[in-house]
């Protein structure tokens, strides 16, 4: 799983960072958990730098987060309604998630926003509120960046570390990083079998 990673970051650099990123952001196919450390490593190990891959990271990131907050912006919580209903077990939400998100937002939107960037698994879908609710876009944009880049950080430092005092590294990351996707997986297949829809009341 992490093979190619490596061979798309050592080739491409920091434009492979930041695609990475991009496409976790958008279509997580692999977790920032695996690509950030692993890009750490490479920093490590020369020649990229350990900011370099910080601020390319965090850049491919808040090009996902942008691209999900135009497309909720956009589409509207009305609309987003019908969409709920009908598929919302597949993303283990329902309306009254959607309502609490709502009042949530309406008091502590940009602490939310900054937050999320840092939790697992929220911090890609945290635009699609933000979005839906039509948080503000400078806000969105300052929030966004602070938790991403805290977020990106953290991997990042921790692969540099790790990349510093193991000659084979893949040998640590390899089944780190089966485990971390593992536990993703398994997280989701929890929720869909304990997922009960639940009816707005009134």
Known sequence: MTDWVIDLIQKTGYLGVGFLMFLETVFPPVPSEVIMPLAGVAAAQGPM?????????????????FFWYLV?????????????????????IDWPDVEKAERLFG?????????????????????????????????????????????????AIAG?????????????IGPLSTAIIAAIILTYVWRQLTWRKRHPKG
């Open 72 to 92: 909720a912006r956009v589409i509207g919580i009305d609309r987003f309604r019908p969409f709920i209903e009908r598929h919302g077990r597949w993303l283990t």
């Open 160 to 172: 540099y570390l790790l990349g510093q005092q193991f000659e084979n590294i893949n040998s640590v």
């Open 49 to 65: 730098t350990l900011w370099g891959v910080i601020a390319s990271g965090t850049a491919g990131a808040m090009f996902g987060n």
């Open 107 to 155: 008091r502590f939107g940009p602490v939310l926003v900054g937050l999320g960037r840092m939790l697992p698994t929220i911090r890609s879908v945290i635009s699609i509120p933000a979005g839906l609710l039509h948080m503000r876009l400078k806000n969105f944009l300052i929030w966004s960046t602070i938790g991403t880049a805290g977020w990106s950080s953290a991997l």
